[in-house]
């Protein structure tokens, strides 16, 4: 079984930058590719972005290409998230997701996911 741990989260001001990671466990995680998503209040949960198992591929929801980074090492198998000019609507729960066995950027498709870390952006 497979355990996502995701950190870096907290309260900034717009404009400014965090670096979310999420640390893995077992030793498989160089042969899966991995996602963000995020959730804010009353809403459901939306894909931010994914890369393969390699890192080679990256794909970007449209609110935050530009902005945001998704990136791993799996050396080290963990996954970070670079988020820059962050705005209030980027203002969520991020989650860490694992081995989608359908389409990317649907949440359903992920097997393993992480706890969740809150991203409070102040305007």
């Known amino acids: 079984q497979v355990q996502l741990v995701e950190s870096g989260g907290g309260l900034v001001q717009a404009g400014a930058s965090l670096r979310l990671s999420c640390a893995a466990s077992?030793?498989?995680?160089?042969?899966?590719?991995m996602g963000w998503f995020r959730q804010a209040p009353g809403k459901e949960r939306e894909f931010v972005a994914h890369?393969?198992?390699?890192?080679?591929?990256?794909h970007y929801a449209d609110s935050v290409k530009g902005r945001f980074t998704i990136s791993r090492d799996n050396a080290k198998n963990t996954l970070y998230l670079q988020m820059n000019s962050l705005k209030p609507e980027d203002t969520a729960v991020y989650y860490c997701?694992?081995?989608?066995?359908?389409?990317?950027?649907?949440?359903?498709?992920?097997?393993?996911w992480g706890q969740g870390s809150q991203v409070t952006v102040s305007s």
């Open positions: 890369i393969s198992w390699s890192g080679s591929s990256t």
């Open positions: 997701a694992g081995r989608p066995t359908g389409t990317y950027y649907h949440a359903q498709s992920y097997d393993y």
């Open positions: 077992g030793r498989t995680f160089s042969s899966y590719a």
